[in-house]
């Protein structure tokens, strides 16, 4: 179906400001980091926080008259078959950790609002379609991309933003010794990149030794977020480079195949739980509901965690197409130190000893000299 003209016209109209914003390096880059900086670290951290040991949660359910005004209608219209699809659909995502939950939410909002929310919004169908092209090129890299969304959702959860960041400094050491493994030696940076990456090994070690936060569990979940997002870094320069596609419509595939996996992810859990409460009775019953949140987080909360998520990668892709390497690696280090001054002015937490503090200035110094000698 055509749209019309006028509706056309007025797109256009819209989208050519816009379009104008997005090849403003100065733009894209504040609002690159600023959404990261700001609405990821507090909607991430506070969906995860949410009613935490039972106690509220800072962001108001504003959702709460809507949600009763809807069953009452449903009370009063008498649809028992879509109130019980309703409580089943809940009582599955209750049965989630809040990683599995987060890491569920951003993945079908991403895809969702990659595919209907653009300047073009006519063509959303060869959005869908291109989408669906080229998720085999890019499900090696899909993997990598949930493994490690997950894991950094159990990382904060854990063991708190500043060191699950301080953590991820380490990429750059994984990505060559990963890029090493698949193309040799050829593939090193030079000698005073390589001379960076201590800095970087002593920071996280300083971070983690005798820090407030550290929890083995935790640590290892950072780890992994960090190795996966280095092999997600080389794999998805591949697929790239074979299908000659921009990072958004790779990141439409790749949100597409980790939303899959979330749902089999879920599916699973869920099962689980349910067959546990059947084989082990009610005292299993009541033992497993006091390990589940009391209640899932708001749909306003769950939205602006998911276009948080979504907005930060958009305005990633963007910015990185703009400038030079060595331009968007120093803002990526001082995006990270950001996101842990602005988790620590949010959340509060354990105060770190002068140690785990010498540790985050060495791991973010060093990740910072390491971009700017590679991309040399």
């Known amino acids: 179906?055509?749209?019309?003209?006028?509706?056309?016209?007025?797109?256009?109209?819209?989208?050519?400001?816009?379009?104008?914003?997005?090849?403003?390096?100065?733009?894209?880059?504040?609002?690159?980091?600023?959404?990261?900086?700001?609405?990821?670290?507090?909607?991430?951290?506070?969906?995860?926080?949410?009613?935490?040991?039972?106690?509220?949660?800072?962001?108001?359910?504003?959702?709460?008259?809507?949600?009763?005004?809807?069953?009452?209608?449903?009370?009063?219209?008498?649809?028992?078959?879509?109130?019980?699809?309703?409580?089943?659909i809940s009582e599955a995502l209750k049965s989630l950790s809040r990683p599995q939950l987060l890491t569920l939410y951003r993945f079908s909002g991403s895809l969702l609002m990659g595919i209907f929310?653009?300047?073009?919004?006519?063509?959303?169908?060869?959005?869908?379609?291109?989408?669906?092209?080229?998720?085999?090129?890019?499900?090696?890299?899909?993997?990598?991309?949930?493994?490690?969304?997950?894991?950094?959702?159990?990382?904060?959860?854990?063991?708190?933003?500043?060191?699950?960041?301080?953590?991820?400094?380490?990429?750059?050491?994984?990505?060559?010794?990963?890029?090493?493994?698949?193309d040799g030696l050829k593939a090193l940076p030079c000698l005073p990149a390589l001379l960076m990456l201590i800095p970087i090994a002593t920071g996280v070690a300083l971070t983690s030794w005798s820090s407030p936060t550290f929890e083995k569990k935790g640590f290892i979940a950072a780890m992994l977020s960090s190795t996966a997002q280095a092999a997600l870094n080389v794999s998805s320069k591949r697929?790239?480079?074979?299908?000659?596609?921009?990072?958004?419509?790779?990141?439409?595939?790749?949100?597409?195949v980790a939303f899959i996996i979330a749902i089999f992810m879920s599916l699973q859990t869920s099962i689980k739980s349910k067959l546990k409460m059947i084989t082990d009775g009610d005292d299993t019953e009541i033992s497993t509901k006091s390990n589940v949140p009391p209640s899932l987080p708001p749909f306003s909360l769950s939205l602006a965690a998911a276009a948080a998520y979504h907005y930060e990668y958009v305005l990633s892709f963007i910015f990185l197409n703009l400038v030079q390497p060595i331009s968007y690696g120093t803002c990526d280090a001082v995006r990270r130190l950001g996101i842990i001054v602005a988790g620590r002015a949010f959340f509060g937490g354990e105060p770190f000893s002068s140690l785990n503090y010498i540790g985050i200035t060495l791991a973010l110094l060093g990740a910072t000299g390491y971009s700017i000698f590679s991309a040399r």
């Open 239 to 256: 697929a790239l480079s074979h299908t000659k596609i921009s990072g958004l419509d790779a990141q439409r595939s790749m949100a597409s």
């Open 117 to 182: 929310v653009h300047t073009n919004v006519f063509a959303w169908k060869q959005r869908l379609l291109d989408t669906i092209k080229y998720m085999p090129d890019f499900a090696l890299s899909a993997i990598f991309l949930f493994v490690a969304n997950y894991s950094n959702s159990i990382a904060l959860d854990r063991i708190g933003i500043s060191l699950t960041y301080t953590s991820k400094c380490i990429i750059p050491l994984i990505t060559v010794l990963l890029s090493v493994s698949v």
């Open 1 to 88: 179906m055509m749209a019309s003209p006028l509706l056309s016209n007025v797109s256009t109209s819209i989208a050519s400001p816009m379009v104008a914003a997005w090849s403003n390096s100065a733009v894209m880059g504040s609002g690159w980091m600023f959404s990261s900086i700001i609405f990821s670290t507090y909607f991430t951290t506070e969906f995860l926080k949410y009613e935490e040991n039972g106690q509220a949660s800072k962001i108001k359910d504003l959702n709460n008259d809507f949600i009763l005004r809807q069953h009452e209608f449903m009370k009063t219209h008498k649809r028992p078959l879509l109130q019980k699809q309703r409580q089943a």
